[in-house]
């Protein structure tokens, strides 16, 4: 197998890093922007980009193609960097990542955006499975908690500044720079992490498990294009979405019964032994769930409901990214200090529950300051989780799996995310429907019937009772999809309630005892403090 992290290889590799450290961190940041900040900002130039090359019917294929690809490639790039070296493999997501975006910029018409989005995708899957396993190689789980606040800023950032750098851009430069901006960010985190990463190279003797690695990808496939088509382009119960379905269960249920046999499994099971791991995968899920909900509806009720323009409901999102940010970094540093980290998942999914409840009870009378508050609760709770998460996660593994557990719960995060939009859609939709209906009568039917999401261009042009009914259905589906929210939620308060509090590794006395319970076995480089 490949070189363990205890040779003197690897200690003298070691022994180079905390002097790098900081400039490290700063590339694998950017590389990490890179991967959050492209669906943000294309989201703002996408009207530009179908007024040039036209193909609306295609456009959503545009996002689709770029989540599909991400998505079936994350688990695959965490095995590579297991088998073959972190630093190669990393430096690679980041090559194909900029071949997909300089390509997505001079596409001619749709069909080829959405092929180079695809290219772009693959790179994308390498990104942020890259970034976590490398901290979890250079970093000992006890002092991973200083940079939580590092990694949650860079997420908040993404967030909030993704539309507004998005509609700059396309405004200015036009959409092609919305591709074309990644490639100078892209060669610095390459020429930093080339420069400066010291980590022992790999060389492993097993052959990749190629059967392995095609039953998931076609298995993750039709999951998230069930999540994506099923309510929109077919109706849940209509064949293609139950061919899928199938197709899915057979494909993953082949998958697992493989693993048990390959020489050099993509997703080892042996690691969902681990109760902690495990758990750390559900909560990871929901927590996806929960925050691309609420991110992909917030806005949308804002706009409707209380009259905000497109880019200030991104900065009204503010409360919530902004309490995410600070409580991720309280729980780093509380982690770093005492290395006890329970309470956060168990506080984290306590206050989902209760702030999804709050946003839920948001009606057409709800003030932005409510509202704010409303949010700053969530935030709070998912401060908690973010990223002791895949903390716990990666200290419930020995190190020669780092990658394959970053990959598999950055996985379980991406698959919640689609199962929370498209569940949640469709629950908005069809309460929009209802209300619209109801209040409105064939007129509120023939509004909603081609999307319950209007823009506010449409919303303009509607009669003042359209109008006043349309934001009474829009207060309705919110409340819907944010009460099926905390419902979710629960899930995740209960899997925080049977975490075992294993020792973090470096944790100064205590750390001589994760062998026995169960934490990672390999040495890990101690970092100087930043």
């Known amino acids: 197998m490949a070189d363990k992290t205890d040779t003197p290889v690897a200690q003298a590799a070691e022994a180079k890093q905390p002097k790098s450290v900081r400039v490290v961190l700063l590339a694998l940041m950017i590389a990490m922007m890179l991967a959050m900040l492209d669906n943000m900002i294309i989201g703002t130039a996408m009207p530009t980009i179908v007024g040039e090359l036209g193909g609306l019917e295609h456009l959503s294929w545009v996002v689709t193609a770029y989540t599909l690809a991400t998505a079936a490639s994350t688990p695959l790039w965490g095995k ?14 980041i090559v194909i990542f900029l071949i997909g975006s300089a390509l997505s910029g001079m596409a001619q018409d749709m069909n080829e955006l959405i092929g180079f989005r695809a290219v772009q995708g693959l790179g994308a899957g390498g990104l942020m499975v890259g970034v976590m396993a490398i901290i979890g190689d250079l970093i000992p789980p006890r002092e991973r908690g200083k940079y939580q606040g590092m990694m949650a800023g860079v997420m908040a950032l993404a967030m909030i500044g993704g539309p507004l750098v998005g509609g700059t851009i396309t405004d200015n430069w036009g959409w092609r720079w919305a591709f074309y901006i990644n490639l100078p960010l892209g060669v610095v985190a390459l020429i930093a992490v080339s420069a ?30 069930v999540t994506t088509w099923g309510g929109t382009e077919y109706a849940w119960s209509s064949a293609r979405i139950m061919e899928l379905i199938g197709i899915g269960v057979a494909a993953l249920v082949g998958f697992v019964f493989w693993q048990t046999r390959a020489a050099e499994p993509v997703l080892p099971l042996h690691i969902f032994r681990s109760r902690n791991f495990t758990l750390m995968s559900v909560i990871g899920f929901i927590t996806g769930f929960v925050m691309f909900g609420a991110t992909l509806f917030l806005p949308f009720y804002q706009q409707a409901v209380q009259g905000a323009s497109a880019t200030n409901s991104g900065l009204l999102l503010l409360p919530m990214l902004g309490a995410m940010l600070v409580t991720s970094m309280v729980a780093g540093r509380v982690t770093t200090n005492t290395g006890r980290y329970k309470v956060f998942p168990v506080l984290g999914g306590a206050l989902m529950i209760v702030g999804l409840y709050l946003l839920s009870t948001m009606d057409t009378g709800t003030s932005r300051f409510t509202s704010g508050v409303f949010m700053a609760v969530v935030g709070l709770g998912m401060g908690c989780l973010m990223q002791i998460t895949m903390l716990v996660a990666q200290n419930s593994v020995e190190m020669k799996d780092m990658g394959v557990a970053s990959s598999s719960t950055t996985l379980f995060r991406t698959l919640g995310s689609s199962f929370g939009v498209a569940i949640m859609g469709a629950l908005f939709n069809h309460r929009v429907q209802d209300v619209m209906a109801e209040r409105a009568g064939a007129l509120g039917s023939k509004v909603t019937e081609q999307s319950a999401q209007l823009d506010q261009a449409s919303m303009a042009k509607l009669p003042e009772a359209a109008r006043e009914a349309y934001q009474h259905a829009v207060a309705a589906g919110t409340h819907s999809a944010f009460l099926l929210g905390a419902v979710v939620a629960v899930v995740a308060l209960a899997a925080a309630v049977f975490v075992k509090e294993v020792p973090l590794k470096g944790a100064g006395p205590t750390a001589s005892d994760d062998g026995k319970a169960g934490g990672p076995t390999a040495q890990t480089p101690v970092v100087e403090p930043v």
């Not at 980590?199 to 492993?204: D, F, G, S, V």
């Open 196 to 225: 400066v990463l010291h980590l022992p190279k790999k060389r492993a003797q097993a052959r990749i498990d190629y059967l392995g690695a095609v039953l998931l990808t076609v298995g993750i496939t039709a999951i998230v294009l």
């Open 80 to 93: 590579l960097g297991d088998m073959y070296g972190r630093k190669g493999t990393f430096l690679s997501s």
